[in-house]
């Protein structure tokens, strides 16, 4: 039924309890198969109910995940299930490849972009001892190769800044969570030149009446990401763009609570 895409034969099967994460003589579960040909109504309906997203197949010429089988076939929603579901993007296949590095041999950069965001560790090789960022290189896949760059050179001065950007992730999640109403986060998310695509594909998981605060909290880690490899100061920022969307109020509360952790010197303020 997975493998053929048949939404409503998953769907009763699994009411009626069938083992989810029943396998093939290959180790081929149906995350597996739907991951394959990117059916991804099928692989909403097996990830809602708990099957088991890392299983490594038995195919002589894989042994790999969901995701390796759905970035291989460049099945760009069904990733985004995958990764949102607590995929590992560090496990690896019969090459000794992650998806990262699979994405980066072909050259897709929005299934690349998905897995940089979701902190992929950039440091692995494969059987080659070749990295990501080599892989794409020698593809000569220019773009990707600037944003595995990019990436890499955040990840380093995340590192050395990490108390203060925890502290504002905290914020941003208390932002998302609890302050930010109904549709606001896509007006900030315009304010900050957020494309529409890019909008729906943040919107495209739902999970339930309170999803656009998932959403919401998704966009300002997208934002903050952006704001600290370009430079910028991102409680500044983001303190424009509440009074931008007419949230002065909030723009205030937000900004004492930024600044809230004065112990390190380096904490970014608005003056």
């Not at 809602?48 to 490594?56: L, P, W």
């Not at 076939?73 to 699979?102: E, F, Y």
């Not at 896949?141 to 995340?158: C, P, Q, T, Y």
Request: glycine share 6%.
């Amino acid at each position: 039924a997975a493998d053929g895409g048949h939404y409503e034969c998953v769907r009763l099967l699994l009411d009626s309890g069938c083992n989810v994460n029943a396998q093939t003589n290959r180790k081929m579960n149906a995350l597996h198969y739907v991951a394959q040909h990117g059916h991804d109504r099928e692989a909403s309906l097996l990830l809602k109910a708990g099957i088991n997203v890392d299983a490594i197949n038995n195919v002589s010429t894989q042994h790999c995940t969901p995701l390796h089988l759905a970035v291989f076939n460049n099945h760009t929603k069904v990733v985004r299930l995958l990764i949102d579901a607590g995929s590992n993007l560090n496990a690896t296949d019969i090459r000794q490849q992650t998806a990262l590095h699979i994405a980066s041999e072909h050259g897709w950069h929005d299934l690349a972009e998905m897995m940089l965001i979701s902190r992929v560790s950039l440091s692995l090789t494969d059987k080659q001892g070749k990295t990501c960022l080599e892989v794409a290189a020698r593809g000569n896949h220019v773009v990707l190769v600037d944003m595995i760059i990019k990436a890499d050179r955040f990840s380093k001065w995340e590192k050395d800044h990490q108390p203060e950007t925890q502290h504002f992730r905290s914020v941003l999640w208390t932002l998302a969570t609890k302050h930010l109403c109904y549709g606001e986060w896509k007006i900030l998310a315009q304010h900050w030149d957020f494309s529409e695509a890019h909008i729906q594909a943040i919107e495209q998981q739902w999970t339930g009446k309170k999803s656009f605060k998932d959403h919401g909290h998704r966009m300002l880690l997208i934002w903050l990401h952006g704001v600290l490899v370009a430079g910028e100061n991102p409680t500044k920022s983001l303190y424009e763009g509440l009074v931008e969307i007419s949230r002065t109020d909030l723009a205030e509360f937000i900004r004492q609570k930024a600044n809230s952790q004065t112990s390190s010197p380096k904490m970014c303020c608005v003056m």
